[in-house]
């Protein structure tokens, strides 16, 4: 079953309406390297915020980390990653394209069929030197995942806080993988963001943990609108398991290109305290004075792409319909998703207008994200705020002027009402909640 929209089409959208550009693109660009602009940015934090809400603030067992980007490099020898954080590549002999070998059929170049080398194993962490002297001693990696800081602050964490286990250390930013092949838009890049959640639990109730996580990871995504069908899940086998996970499910999307993964969700074991205990000689445990007892907790991981998620809900949002006999594009984003959630329309560009249009504005942007616009044909802007997934328009007409009323148009049903200026926030935010309002309250609001 293929996706309903073609990859193309999300990225000319994205750039268009100034979601996402290629990098340095008056350069020529940078090869899977990707600047989110003004509609992009708002999305994307929104993203995350959602995120955090549901992860952290809405729980009393999940605290917060931001840890830094370069770490101490022996993180990544007790991690694993310096060993084992590798892909094979092969080399072509005659044009010199480098491929992954496990991804690429048969023994010559996909490219132009010349001979390849041997694989050789590559490690995608990529690195650089700390401090003046570019010499073996200074080498620090950029990290590939943000769960090392989570584990190495551990101590820290559990001591501050205060709190027992279950406890989660949640963290969202940048994360680098050297790529062989990035591609596919912003499913791969080589510099990302990660949401990621650490959550300790005493051994033994990790199958559990990781049962109950599985399924909130996947209920967010369903919660902020992604159709079900479209998403699902998918076990590990036993031999492609990292080296440190005892279990893991990955949550698939239906992307343009096929089912893949959106987000992982591993039962770490106590792999990760054990190795950091072990290389930094520093007790890493848990001890539960009430029970009496000390041990080394499990962790279960669920870890998500930023860049991914927002592929997620473009795609799924993303439909071309005909209204009165005009194609319409229109982006059905989840309300909290939304960049922008009202624009504020006078119907043309006429100086009597621009008053009460200012000020209807005025009202609104301190409350929700608001865009003013009042350039173009009214069509033309409702068609860029049904494009950039704006649920709500709020249009400004000659009548406006003598009734103090207003036309707010709905992004999805395209059904329009008339309230009064007077309370108009009161609608919008009863509407971003999904509720339904009853404006003729807000008439008895102003006879009084
Ligand atoms: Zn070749």
Redesign the pocket.
């Known amino acids: 079953m293929p996706a309903k929209v073609d990859m193309d089409k999300i990225v000319s959208l994205c750039k268009r309406r100034g979601f996402i550009f290629p990098s340095s693109e008056i350069y020529g660009g940078l090869a899977s390297c990707w600047d989110y602009g003004p509609m992009g940015v708002e999305l994307k934090r929104n993203v995350k915020d959602a995120w955090w809400k549901a992860v952290v603030h809405e729980r009393d067992d999940v605290v917060g980390l931001d840890t830094s980007i370069m770490m101490h490099p022996g993180v990544w020898a007790a991690s694993g990653h310096i060993d084992n954080f590798t892909d094979p590549l092969v080399e072509?002999k005659?044009?010199h394209?480098r491929w992954r070998a496990d991804a690429i059929e048969g023994k010559r170049?996909p490219?132009?069929s010349?001979e390849l080398t041997e694989p050789r194993m590559f490690n995608l962490m990529f690195k650089t030197f700390m401090g003046p002297v570019e010499e073996k001693a200074s080498i620090v990696y950029l990290r590939p995942e943000t769960a090392q800081g989570i584990f190495v602050n551990f101590e820290n964490v559990v001591t501050t806080s205060r709190k027992k286990l279950p406890l989660g250390i949640a963290q969202i930013g940048k994360s680098f993988r050297n790529e062989i092949t990035p591609g596919n838009f912003i499913f791969r890049t080589r510099e990302f963001e990660h949401m990621e959640l650490e959550y300790f639990v005493k051994p033994g109730t990790d199958e559990k943990w990781l049962d109950y996580w599985v399924k909130e990871s996947f209920d967010w995504y369903v919660k902020l609108g992604i159709k079900k069908e479209n998403l699902r899940l998918r076990q590990h086998g036993k031999d492609e398991l990292a080296h440190y996970a005892r279990d893991c499910y990955d949550i698939e999307y239906l992307f343009p290109m096929g089912w893949s993964e959106l987000e992982g969700i591993a039962n770490r074991g106590d792999f990760d305290l054990t190795q950091h205990a072990k290389c930094s000689g520093k007790e890493l445990s848990y001890r539960d004075a009430e029970a009496g007892e000390k041990y080394v907790p499990y962790v279960i991981e669920p870890s998500a792409g930023v860049d991914r998620s927002v592929l997620a809900f473009l795609v799924d949002a993303y439909e071309e319909e005909e209204v009165e006999g005009e194609k319409r594009t229109v982006l059905h984003l989840h309300h909290s998703l939304a960049p922008i959630k009202v624009a504020v329309l006078p119907l043309s560009r006429n100086e009597k207008l621009t008053p009460l249009a200012k000020e209807v504005f005025k009202r609104l942007c301190p409350r929700f994200v608001t865009d003013y616009d009042d350039s173009q044909s009214i069509g033309r802007r409702y068609r860029r705020q049904d494009e950039i997934g704006t649920p709500f328009c709020v249009t400004i007409d000659f009548e406006s002027l003598e009734d103090k009323q207003v036309t707010i148009r709905e992004r999805d049903s395209l059904a329009q009402i008339r309230v009064p200026v007077e309370g108009l926030e009161k609608v919008i935010e009863a509407k971003l909640r999904g509720e339904a309002f009853d404006a003729s309250t807000l008439w008895a609001t102003r006879q009084k």
């Open positions: 072509c005659s044009c394209l170049c490219q132009c010349g």
